[in-house]
C-alpha cells in the first residue's frame, strides 16, 4: 500500500493542504465596509444603547459574545478575527496582548469624550497598557467573597463574611464544606489573594511566595468542593453553594437570579477587608480590524455620561465615567460592594503580567491543588 | 467515463480520500507541526515550523518530564475503559432485545435509541447537572420522598462522568452490537438447541462470538473518543481525577502553549491508534498465513 | 409387533389463524428412510421441526422412543437436525462443528476426538477436521451437517430439504451417499422433500401432505401406482385424470361415464353408482398402439417433447382435454412416434387406470 504511486500522490496532496492551512490561519468573517463588528462578554450591554448607535450613526452593529478571556485569547492570536472591537480584561490578558501587537493604538483625536474618563482608573490600567495607547475602560469591578446569607447564619452565625479568613482559615472554611465553597478556577485571581491573605505581596513573582501560597491552598482544599470559574454563579443562585470566591460582577448577578427565582435566602457580596483585586474590562481595537472608523465613533459613543449610566444601570457594574454617577440607579451608585469607598479603594491591588517560567510554575501549581496531583 | 472504468472508480474512491486527507491528515499534520516549535507572544503564537532551525523536542520531553500527563493520561484510559464496560453491558442487552422486537416496532426502537442525538450533546449534558446537582431534580425527588435527608453528592465525582459518558455514548454501542446480531442466522441457533445446547449455552457459545465484530466495534467507538473527553469531565466531574482533554485545555488557554498542547494532543493520539495500528498489522500477517 | 420409534398422534400446530399441521397422525418405525413429501406450504417442514421440538404442538402429542415429548426441549430430544442451509457454525473448525453436540454432553477430551475422526470418515471428509466452513464446497458443508447431527448417535436423524441446494449431478451422487449411509448405521432418517423423484429413489414409505395433513402414506410403489386422490396422483408422475360418473360394475372393474366414453378402470374401494368419480392413469400406460385394450379415445397430437430417454406427447381428444402419452425412445424400439398434428388413437388397459373418489 505504501510503495504505489496512488498513495504517494494522497501524501503530497496532503501535504500541500497542510502547508496551505498553516500558512494561512484564521477565518474571514469580517463585515468590512459600513458595519461595526462588536466581540464582548454575554450580558455585558444594554441592547437599547446599541440600538440607540445604530440610529444614532447609521451603522449596522454586528454582536457576538464570549463567555471567558481564554476563548477571546485563543481568537485573537490565531488571527484574522473580523472584529473591529473586543473586550479583554486587563490582568493578566490585555496586559500579554499589547505588548504582542494585537491592538492598535487609538486615535484621540477621534475621541472627544475621552477626558470623560476616570483618572484613578486610567492610572491604574496603564499598568498594562503603556501610556493609555490602546484600551478604554467599559466596566470595572473588584474580587472577593460571596455567600448565602441563610446558610451561613445557620452554620457560623459570627462568621468573618468581611475576610479573606472566611475562605483561607481553614478552621473557619471547614464548616461551610458541607454546604458547598465553589472557588474559581483562576490562578492569576485566587493566588494573589492567598498571598495578601499570607500578608504578602500580591504581585510577586518570586517562586518561595507561590509556595507558600499553594501551601495555604492546599490546607483549604479538602473544604472545597469545586473549582470552576463559570459554575459558582449558578451554584450560589440555586443554593447548591454557600460560598464563593470570584467576581464582584458575577456574584451580583447571583444575586439577582436567587431573588428572581423568590429563593429563601438572599446571596450578598463583599469585599475582604484585607484587600481585592481590581478588574478592569476594557474596549480595545485589534490591529486587523477592518472598520477602526466606525470602532471610534461607538467608543466615543459609550465614553457619554448618560450611555455610560444606561449600561451600568443595566449590568449592575461600576462605569469608568464620573460624569455619569448622577444618572445611575440609587441601587447601584448607592452600593458600596459596586462603587466602593476610598478606603475601600486604597487596598485594592492589581498583578502585572507574569513571564513565561512564572506562568508555567504558577498553572501547574494550581494544578496540584486543584486535582490534588 | 463508464460506469466500471477505471477513471470512474477512481473519482468515487477519491471523494473520501480527498475528505480524509483535507480534514484529517492535514490537520494532524499541521498540529504535530506545531508540537514540534517553541511558544512565543504574538499572532499565532508560535514560531514558525517551516524553518528548519526552530524544530525541537522540547515540548515532548515536558510531557515526559513531569508525571501529570502520565497521570492524566492514565486516569482517562481507566475512565475510559470503565465506562466503555458499561456501556456493553447496557448496550448488548438493548441490541438483542431489539432484534428480537417484532419487526414492526424494531424501526420505531432505533429510532428512539438515535433520537437524543437529534439535541445539542451540550445541552443534554447539562440536563444531567440539573438532575445530580444537591438542588437538582433527583436530590429533591429522594428528599421529598423521604429516602434521605441530605442531598446525595451525585455530580462533581466520578460517579457522574461515568454516568455522562455511558449516557452519551451508548447509542454508538447499540448500533454496531444491533448490526452484527441481525445478520445472525437464526438456524444457527436453532443447530445449537438441536445438538443439546441450552439457550443460556447457545448464547455464550454462538450468539457472543458472532457478534464480536459488532462488540468490538462498538467498544471502539466509545473508548477512543470517552479518553479525549472534556466537556463531560469539565461539566459533571470533580477536581480529583484530571483526565487528558483537561490538561490539554489547560495547556491551551491557561498556559498560552500552543506547542505544548500539540504535544500533548499528538501524544494522544500515538497512543490511542498505535495499538490499533499494530493490531492491524498483526491480524493481517495473521490471516496472510 | 415391537413399538414403533416415532409415534405421532393427532398433532395440529396454528400459526395465528392458519393451521400449518392440521390433526396429523403417523407412525415411523427405527430403521425406516422415511420421506415427507409435498409442495411448499403443506406442512412438512413444520411437521418435522415439531419432532425436533423446535416448534411446540398446539394439539396432540409426540412420542419418540416411548417417551412423551410433550415437555421435552429440543436439546433434550434424541433426535438431530440436518438444516436446509446446513447451518455450521462459522466461527468454528470442522472438527469443532462435529464436537459441538458432544461437548454439550460432557463427553471427555479425547473420546471427542475419536468420534469426530469416526464421523470424518463416515462422510469421507477425513483430514479436514482443521477447515473452517467457508473454506468448503457445498457438497463438503452438506457432509459436514451430516457428521455433525450424526455424531451423537441420535435415534433418528432429521433431514430438512438435504439436497435442495446442491447440483443436479452432486445431487445424485448425494442421494447414493445417503442410502448407504443410512442402510450402514440402521438409523431412522426422516427427510423431507418438494422433490418426488427423491422422496421415490430413497424413502421406503412416502407421507404426501397437503394443507397440513396427510394425503396418502404407503411405499413408493403404492403411492405412485395407486394414488389415493386427484392430487397425489398429479403431484407425483403428473397422472391424466379424467373425472366423471360411476355407471356400474363389471367383474373386477367400475365403468366410468367420462368424455362420452365408457371407461374401465381398477378401483381400490367400492363405488355407488352415480356417484362423482375420476380416472387416473400415468402417461407411461398410454400408447399409440393398437393392443385392444379397453379404454380407447381419438385425439389429434398436439405437442410433442424429446427428452432424451423417453419422448412426451399431448394429445387433444374429444372434449378439449389434453392427455399427456409418453413413449419410450429406447434403440431399436419399434414403438409409434407419431408426429404433431397427427390424428391419433390412444388407448390403456383396465387394469391401468385407478378409480379415484376424492
Not at chain 1, 470602532?295 to 465614553?303: E, I, Y
Not at chain 2, 447496557?90 to 438515535?114: C, D, F, H, K, T
Not at chain 2, 480529583?240 to 490539554?248: A, E, F, S, W, Y
Amino acid at each position: 500500500m505504501w510503495g504505489s504511486r496512488q498513495s504517494r500522490v494522497w501524501l503530497t496532496l496532503t501535504a500541500i493542504l497542510a502547508l496551505v492551512a498553516a500558512s494561512s490561519a484564521g477565518d474571514v468573517r469580517a463585515q468590512g465596509g459600513g458595519g461595526l463588528n462588536v466581540y464582548n462578554w454575554n450580558d455585558y450591554i444594554d441592547e437599547a444603547t446599541l440600538h440607540r448607535f445604530e440610529t444614532e450613526t447609521g451603522i449596522r452593529v454586528r454582536y457576538d459574545v464570549y463567555d471567558s478571556n481564554e476563548t477571546l485569547d485563543a481568537k485573537l492570536r490565531a488571527g484574522r478575527s473580523g472584529y473591529d472591537l473586543v473586550v479583554p480584561t486587563a490582568s493578566p490578558f490585555l496586559a500579554l496582548q499589547v505588548p504582542a501587537k494585537l491592538y492598535q493604538p487609538l486615535d484621540r483625536g477621534k475621541l472627544k469624550n475621552y477626558g470623560n474618563l476616570d483618572p484613578e482608573i486610567m492610572r491604574r490600567l496603564a499598568a498594562y497598557d503603556p501610556g493609555n495607547q490602546h484600551a478604554v475602560p467599559w466596566m470595572w469591578g473588584t474580587t472577593g467573597l460571596g455567600y448565602n446569607s441563610a446558610a451561613i447564619q445557620k452554620v457560623m452565625p459570627d462568621a468573618p463574611v468581611h475576610s479573606l479568613r472566611m475562605l483561607f482559615d481553614p478552621a473557619v472554611v471547614a464548616k461551610f464544606q458541607r454546604c458547598g465553597v465553589v472557588v474559581l478556577d483562576s490562578p492569576t485571581d485566587v493566588v494573589p489573594a492567598a498571598l495578601n491573605f499570607l500578608g504578602r505581596d500580591p504581585d510577586s513573582h518570586k517562586k518561595e511566595d507561590l509556595d507558600a501560597a499553594t501551601d495555604a491552598l492546599m490546607k483549604i482544599r479538602p473544604f472545597v468542593r469545586k473549582w470552576h470559574s463559570s459554575e459558582y454563579i449558578n451554584d450560589l443562585a440555586n443554593g447548591d453553594a454557600c460560598l464563593a470566591f470570584g467576581f464582584s460582577g458575577d456574584i451580583k448577578q447571583a444575586a439577582k437570579r436567587a431573588a428572581e427565582a423568590h429563593k429563601d435566602f438572599r446571596v450578598i457580596y463583599s469585599i475582604p477587608e484585607e484587600g481585592s483585586q481590581i478588574w478592569i474590562d476594557s474596549w480595545v481595537i485589534p490591529a486587523d480590524a477592518p472598520n477602526p472608523a466606525a470602532a471610534h465613533r461607538f467608543l466615543d459613543f459609550v465614553l457619554r455620561p448618560d450611555v455610560a449610566a444606561l449600561n451600568s444601570n443595566f449590568i449592575g457594574y461600576a462605569n469608568a465615567v464620573p460624569a455619569s454617577r448622577p444618572m445611575i440607579d440609587p441601587a447601584v451608585r448607592d452600593d458600596p460592594t459596586i462603587y466602593p469607598p476610598d478606603e475601600v479603594r486604597r487596598r485594592f491591588y492589581t498583578i502585572s503580567a507574569p513571564d513565561r517560567t512564572y506562568e508555567r510554575l504558577r498553572t501547574r501549581a494550581w494544578t496540584r491543588v486543584a486535582t490534588g496531583h | 467515463m463508464t460506469a466500471g472504468s477505471r477513471g470512474f472508480r477512481f473519482s468515487v474512491i477519491s471523494a473520501p480520500m480527498l475528505w480524509l486527507a483535507a480534514f484529517f491528515l492535514s490537520p494532524f499534520v499541521i498540529v504535530f507541526a506545531i508540537s514540534l516549535v517553541a511558544a512565543s507572544d504574538g499572532q499565532p503564537p508560535f514560531a514558525s515550523p517551516l524553518l528548519m532551525s526552530n524544530l525541537t523536542f522540547d515540548n515532548y520531553r515536558l510531557l515526559v518530564g513531569d508525571d501529570l500527563y502520565a497521570f492524566a493520561f492514565g486516569n482517562s484510559v481507566r475512565i475510559a475503559a470503565t465506562s466503555t464496560v458499561l456501556c456493553l453491558l447496557l448496550g448488548y442487552p438493548m441490541a438483542y432485545a431489539i432484534v428480537r422486537a417484532p419487526q414492526a416496532m424494531r424501526n420505531g426502537l432505533l429510532l428512539l435509541v438515535v433520537l437524543p442525538f437529534w439535541t445539542s450533546f451540550l445541552i443534554r449534558v447539562y440536563a444531567w447537572m440539573i438532575l445530580l446537582r444537591p438542588s437538582g431534580l433527583i436530590n429533591l425527588a429522594l428528599q421529598g420522598l423521604g429516602v434521605i435527608d441530605q442531598p446525595l453528592p451525585l455530580i462533581a465525582n466520578q460517579f457522574a462522568v461515568h454516568l455522562g459518558i455511558v449516557y452519551s455514548y451508548l447509542p454508538f454501542m447499540v448500533l454496531p452490537i444491533y448490526a452484527a446480531l441481525e445478520r445472525l442466522d437464526p438456524a444457527l441457533l436453532e443447530a445449537a438447541f438441536d445438538l443439546g445446547c441450552r439457550p443460556w449455552r447457545a448464547f455464550w457459545r454462538v450468539t457472543v462470538p458472532l457478534s464480536a465484530p459488532g462488540i468490538i466495534a462498538g467498544c471502539l467507538l466509545v473508548f477512543i473518543p470517552a479518553v479525549g473527553e472534556f466537556v463531560i469531565p469539565d461539566l459533571l466531574g470533580g477536581p480529583d481525577t484530571p483526565m487528558i482533554g483537561r490538561v490539554l485545555w489547560t495547556e491551551f488557554f491557561s498556559n498560552r502553549d500552543w506547542p505544548a498542547a500539540a504535544a500533548v494532543a499528538t501524544a494522544l493520539l500515538v497512543a490511542l491508534v498505535g495499538p490499533i495500528v499494530v493490531f492491524q498489522i498483526l491480524e493481517r500477517r495473521g490471516a496472510e498465513s | 409387533m415391537t413399538q414403533p420409534l416415532i409415534r405421532i398422534e393427532g398433532v395440529s400446530k396454528t400459526f395465528g389463524d392458519t393451521a400449518a399441521v392440521d390433526g396429523v397422525s403417523l407412525e415411523i418405525g427405527a430403521g425406516e428412510f422415511f420421506a415427507l413429501l409435498g409442495p411448499s406450504g403443506c406442512g412438512k417442514t413444520t411437521l418435522l421441526r415439531l419432532l425436533a421440538g423446535l416448534e411446540t404442538p398446539t394439539a396432540g402429542r409426540i412420542v419418540i422412543d416411548g417417551v412423551d415429548m410433550a415437555a421435552v426441549p429440543p436439546w433434550r430430544r434424541p433426535v438431530n437436525t440436518v438444516f436446509q442451509s446446513y447451518a455450521l457454525f462459522p466461527h468454528m473448525t470442522v472438527a469443532g462443528n462435529i464436537a459441538f453436540g458432544l461437548k454439550q454432553d460432557g463427553m471427555a477430551r479425547t473420546e471427542i476426538k475419536a468420534r469426530v475422526e469416526e464421523m470424518l470418515d463416515l462422510v469421507q471428509l477425513r483430514g479436514y477436521g482443521g477447515r473452517k466452513p467457508n473454506q468448503l464446497s457445498g457438497g463438503q458443508r452438506q457432509r459436514v451437517a451430516l457428521a455433525r447431527s450424526l455424531a451423537k448417535r441420535p435415534k433418528a436423524l432429521l433431514l430438512d430439504e438435504p439436497l435442495a441446494a446442491l447440483d443436479r449431478k452432486l445431487r445424485d451422487q448425494m442421494q447414493v451417499e445417503l442410502a448407504a449411509l443410512q442402510r450402514r448405521l440402521g438409523l431412522a432418517f426422516i427427510f423431507v422433500t418438494h422433490d418426488q423423484d427423491e422422496a421415490m429413489a430413497l424413502a421406503s414409505r412416502i407421507a404426501v401432505m397437503r394443507d397440513g395433513h396427510i394425503e396418502q402414506l404407503g411405499s413408493p410403489r403404492a403411492v405412485y401406482e395407486t394414488p389415493s386422490s386427484r392430487f397425489v396422483a398429479d403431484f407425483l408422475g403428473r397422472a391424466n385424470v379424467l373425472g366423471g360418473r360411476v355407471a356400474g360394475r363389471d367383474g373386477a372393474f367400475l365403468l366410468l361415464e367420462a368424455s362420452g366414453m365408457t371407461l374401465r378402470a381398477l378401483a381400490p374401494v367400492d363405488v355407488s353408482p352415480g356417484s362423482e368419480a375420476w380416472l387416473a392413469v400415468r402417461p407411461e400406460n398410454v400408447t399409440f398402439e393398437d393392443r385392444g385394450y379397453a379404454n380407447r379415445m381419438s385425439g389429434t397430437v398436439s405437442a410433442v417433447a424429446y427428452v432424451g430417454g423417453v419422448s412426451n406427447f399431448e394429445v387433444e381428444v374429444a372434449g378439449g382435454m389434453k392427455l399427456r402419452a409418453t413413449v419410450s425412445n429406447r434403440a431399436g424400439d419399434a414403438s409409434v412416434h407419431p408426429p404433431l398434428g397427427a390424428d391419433v388413437h390412444v388407448s390403456w388397459s383396465a387394469e391401468a387406470g385407478v378409480l379415484l373418489t376424492r
